[in-house]
């Protein structure tokens, strides 16, 4: 059983930064592959970001140069640094894995970039 646990998230005026965090249970974390997804109003859910075991990272070119996902293995514990957030940045914000042929998710946490 994995369990996935968002935070971080809030109200943040544009050009404005947050850290999101996403703490896993479970002995599997450090052998996974993380991703970051978000999903808007009325919109599919997209690809943010994924980390790999060794802490290589993808990008959704939507967000590349603005986020940066980061690791600590010893935490259980994957980041997502948002900077230069804009109003189209806002969603839901879920963590994701998969691990054993099923995909787990957090419950998401609400990031809403607004003046």
């Known amino acids: 059983q994995v369990q996935l646990v968002e935070s971080g998230g809030g109200l943040v005026q544009p050009g404005g930064s947050l850290r999101l965090s996403c703490a896993a249970s479970?002995?599997?974390?450090?052998?996974?592959?993380m991703d970051w997804y978000r999903q808007a109003p009325g919109k599919q859910r997209e690809l943010v970001a994924s980390?790999?075991?060794?802490?290589?990272?993808n990008y959704g070119d939507y967000v590349k140069g603005r986020f940066t996902a980061s690791r600590d293995n010893a935490k259980s514990t994957v980041y997502l640094q948002m900077n230069s957030l804009t109003p189209e940045d806002t969603a839901v914000y879920y963590c994701?894995?998969?691990?054993?042929?099923?995909?787990?998710w957090g419950q998401g946490t609400q990031v809403t970039v607004s003046s």
């Open positions: 994701h894995t998969r691990y054993r042929s099923y995909d787990y």
């Open positions: 479970g002995s599997m974390f450090s052998m996974n592959d």
């Open positions: 980390i790999g075991r060794y802490g290589h990272t």
